[in-house]
């Protein structure tokens, strides 16, 4: 799956020209890039609306005490999405999510592996 991952960075970006492709589409897909961490006592993600680079930053209250780093990891990509999702942020955009935990990389490969029929 990884390499899917780099075959797919690569053909976005693998050009120094615009590839300019004339098509007949009913809805326009933005590719956006979200990287999230949380590790310690705190958490952080960010991602780009537009020109502007967002972010979310925190430190764990009683949410976070006593839970795994599998928990905070998960709980920080997963509130960083919600977060996005009740602005507008998602709709209409394709989207790589970036960690650096084997866990939650786990699981978006089972998403995209299970969902995988769809986009064919």
């Not at 326009?28 to 990287?35: K, T």
């Not at 209250?61 to 795994?68: A, H, V």
């Not at 209409?92 to 986009?119: L, P, R």
């Amino acid at each position: 799956m990884f390499f899917s991952h780099l075959h797919a960075m690569q053909r976005l970006f693998g050009s120094s020209k615009l590839t300019l492709r004339l098509i007949q589409g009913t809805s326009i897909y933005y590719v956006c890039y979200m990287f999230g961490d949380a590790s310690g006592v705190g958490f952080g993600s960010s991602w780009t609306k537009g020109a502007t680079l967002v972010y979310r930053f925190g430190v764990w209250g009683m949410e976070g005490t006593d839970t795994s780093s599998n928990y905070r990891e998960l709980r920080n990509l997963v509130g960083t999405l919600e977060t996005m999702g009740r602005d507008g942020d998602l709709a209409g955009k394709d989207f790589f999510v970036f960690t650096d935990h084997n866990s939650f990389s786990g699981i978006g490969e089972y998403f995209i592996h299970a969902t995988e029929s769809i986009y064919l």
